[in-house]
């Protein structure tokens, strides 16, 4: 019996679904961080309300919060497959290269998070060292560890033993960032998230039960990519149509249930259901239908632009919120915010037409493969 995967020599072609995926996920990030005005929570009345936004940040909490993320991790662990596997076509091993990629990706990360508190790509540089080591195992361990990361064995022990895990540190660090954010002067607003940025998304993603679930994602990425699952081929429609319909179900049923105590084990697991039936909603209508691949072209070119367009709406989102910049934290109400993320998005959209019109690749994205590859 063989214990460590080989690869199956069959061609990897490139995704069109995975870069719509990528696109969506990249404008539900700018969308949900316009909702939380880019980390602003701060007790000052907001000049400009409407009726609906307390409605509106509801509906984009339970779409977008936690998923857009997680769709994006998966994706990260489908590209790892996919550049490991070509890579092992040719006789080549990936690991070392792949390490040297995640610390350029790390330094991404420091740049992000010089302008946004809540970066995530040097939290995703970490994660994808851990893919190394997973990526050798058979893929029969390698689903038992996706089952056992999905079921949030930190918050099922916490419940189980009575532990309770002390986050009063990441509630004085938010307090810290949020008041330099509203207040301070960019060089302030820089420091300070240089300085706590990355311990906060920590503890955020320990408190949020993210920790085990994004790792959890990035390995069903790379298990995606194995069994081929976003190419047409064989079974694979009818297996994303049954993902969709029992998720959809589990989905409903849990939409009625008051979780209690049980919250903070169950709420991650219920965010992962809502993703599995966001993700194969998406890829089944795809490849169903002609009228959906059209629309979600234009958010293909969104998506090959992701390190880009997710360092951008750092770098452009702060600016509108901050206090630094127009201050629209204590302007803006929820909807009138999200009008705003809808207009970023628009805006990135057109000018990652306009890249691609003269270049392969996004400026940053070009930067990292050239990198990657020195």
């Given at each position: 019996m063989n214990m460590i995967y080989k690869t199956r020599n069959l061609p990897n072609t490139r995704i069109d679904v995975a870069d719509a995926l990528r696109g969506i996920a990249v404008a539900g990030i700018i969308l949900y961080h316009s909702v939380e005005h880019f980390n602003i929570f701060v007790e000052e009345p907001v000049v400009h309300t409407l009726a609906s936004d307390q409605t509106v940040a509801d509906v984009l909490?339970?779409?977008?919060?936690?998923?857009?993320?997680?769709?994006?991790?998966?994706?990260?662990?489908?590209?790892?497959f996919i550049m490991n596997d070509n890579q092992q076509q040719k006789g080549k091993c990936f690991s070392g290269r792949f390490a040297w990629?995640?610390?350029?990706?790390?330094?991404?990360?420091i740049i992000n998070v010089a302008f946004y508190d809540g970066d995530i790509l040097m939290l995703y540089a970490c994660y994808g060292?851990?893919?190394i080591p997973i990526s050798y195992l058979p893929s029969k361990w390698v689903w038992a560890i996706i089952i056992l990361l999905a079921i949030q064995p930190v918050e099922l022990f916490c419940l189980l033993t009575g532990t309770t895990l002390d986050h009063s540190t990441m509630w004085e660090l938010y307090n810290?960032?949020?008041?330099?954010?509203?207040?301070?002067?960019?060089?302030?607003?820089?420091?300070?998230?240089?300085?706590?940025?990355?311990?906060?998304?920590f503890r955020f993603n320990v408190?949020?039960?993210?920790?085990?679930?994004?790792?959890?994602?990035?390995?069903?990425?790379?298990?995606?990519?194995?069994?081929?699952?976003f190419y047409n081929e064989g079974r694979n429609l009818k297996i994303w149509h049954?993902?969709?319909?029992?998720?959809?179900?589990?989905?409903?049923?849990?939409?009625f249930v008051d979780f209690g105590e049980l919250d903070s084990w169950l709420k991650p697991i219920y965010n992962l259901i809502i993703l599995l039936m966001i993700v194969s909603a998406i890829v089944s209508a795809w490849y169903a239908f002609d009228g959906v691949r059209r629309v979600l072209?234009?958010?293909?070119?969104?998506?090959?632009?992701?390190?880009?367009?997710?360092?951008?709406?750092?770098i452009i989102g702060c600016f509108i919120f901050c206090g630094y910049g127009l201050a629209c934290y204590h302007y803006l109400g929820i909807t009138y915010a999200v009008m705003v993320g809808c207009g970023m998005v628009i805006v990135q959209y057109l000018f990652a037409r306009y890249w691609f019109s003269s270049h392969p690749r996004g400026p940053l994205e070009g930067l990292w493969r050239k990198l990657t590859w020195i």
């Open positions: 909490a339970w779409l977008l919060s936690g998923k857009m993320y997680g769709i994006f991790a998966m994706l990260f662990g489908l590209s790892f990629r995640m610390c350029l990706l790390f330094m991404f990360g060292l851990l893919l810290k960032i949020c008041n330099t954010h509203a207040h301070g002067t960019f060089w302030e607003n820089t420091l300070t998230n240089l300085r706590y940025g990355f311990e906060v998304n408190f949020s039960g993210r920790l085990t679930q994004l790792l959890c994602l990035f390995i069903l990425g790379m298990q995606l990519g194995r069994q081929r699952l049954n993902i969709l319909i029992c998720s959809a179900v589990v989905v409903i049923a849990l939409s072209h234009h958010l293909c070119i969104f998506g090959r632009m992701s390190l880009t367009n997710y360092l951008l709406q750092s």
